[in-house]
């Protein structure tokens, strides 16, 4: 028995592939964020809007500064011998990170879009009617279930 997949079962593959990347860029249209948003390097810089910080370099900078400080702040843990969590404004270095890739994730948005958009059209024009009106039967029994 083969285990080739049909023209059918190919397409419906890449919508399948298709639909969950467009779910990531819905996902990404509505950002939810662990910290406040609000960094600042030291006490005396001025604070840092990372929720509409526009210059991806500068959310590389933020991300490097506190990996180096997390480490930093391990070894001297560590040689002192001292039990110790690393946080950064109130924050871990893994929620810091969480968020400065929900803002990447953000500003990337409107490139994926229209990469998808492309997709979906190159999808679309594979797709045999059958198949099409397969997918519309299901689409329509979960509606109405």
Do not use: C
């Not at 604070?47 to 500064?65: G, M, P, S, Y």
């Not at 506190?66 to 871990?92: H, Q």
Request: without cysteine; hydrophobic residues 40%.
């Amino acid at each position: 028995m083969s285990t080739e997949l049909t023209h059918d079962q190919r397409v419906q593959v890449l919508f399948d592939k298709l639909k969950a990347k467009q779910a990531e860029v819905a996902n990404a249209e509505r950002p939810q964020y662990l910290t406040a948003g609000l960094f600042r390097f030291s006490t005396r810089d001025e604070q840092i809007d990372i929720k509409t910080l526009r210059d991806e370099r500068k959310l590389v900078e933020i991300l490097a500064f506190l990996k180096d400080r997390e480490e930093n702040f391990a070894e001297a843990a560590e040689e002192l011998k001292v039990s110790a969590s690393f946080t950064w404004l109130g924050f871990t270095t893994e929620e810091w990170s969480k968020d400065l890739q929900t803002r990447v994730s953000g500003l990337q948005i409107t490139k994926r879009r229209a990469e998808l958009k492309e997709l979906e059209e190159r999808v679309n024009a594979v797709m045999t009617p059958e198949l099409r009106r397969e997918m519309e039967m299901k689409a329509l029994e979960s509606l109405l279930d």
